[in-house]
């Protein structure tokens, strides 16, 4: 497992604390992202996944992890919000509900070589004050 986190400034926290994904995700191959390349989400211009997030996602995405098939690592992006418009109970809620859909998903995606399956999207949305979850193969095998 590798992490790399970008400082917050004042204000900012993240959906989940580095401890609880360093706990869970321990054993993986999962790169876990706190905000290091990007402080928000983003898609490159005519891919899958940006389609897909322009079509389902009206809020703000916290977390993703992109898997793409034919490799080992994915990587677990968390990113920036405001600590004004983020509670303690919706961090806590996503430990506990979201991000072991996160490990049960590079889980179930692996094959027997350790090589993801399918591209498959995840993505956590903060919208309307609660979380919610999407996922979306990205191509199938």
Do not use: W
Not at 62 to 75: E, N, W
Not at 78 to 94: A, P
Not at 117 to 122: D, P, R, S
Request: with cysteine; hydrophobic share 35%.
């Amino acid at each position: 497992m590798k992490i790399n986190a970008r400082p917050l400034n004042e204000g900012e926290t993240f959906v989940c604390s580095m401890k609880k994904a360093k706990e869970m995700f321990k054993n993986t191959d999962v790169h876990l992202n706190f905000a290091y390349y990007t402080r928000d989400y983003g898609t490159f211009a005519e891919t899958q996944d940006r389609y897909f997030v322009k079509k389902n996602i009206t809020g703000r995405v916290v977390a993703s992890m992109y898997m793409h098939s034919g490799y080992k690592s994915p990587i677990l992006s968390f990113y920036v919000i405001g600590k004004n418009n983020f509670c303690d109970e919706l961090r806590v809620e996503f430990e506990q509900k979201y991000l072991p859909e996160f490990y049960k998903l590079y889980q179930t995606m692996l094959m027997d070589d350790g090589l993801i399956i399918n591209t498959k999207l995840m993505l956590v949305e903060y919208v309307n004050n609660e979380l919610k979850l999407h996922e979306t193969v990205l191509d199938k095998k």
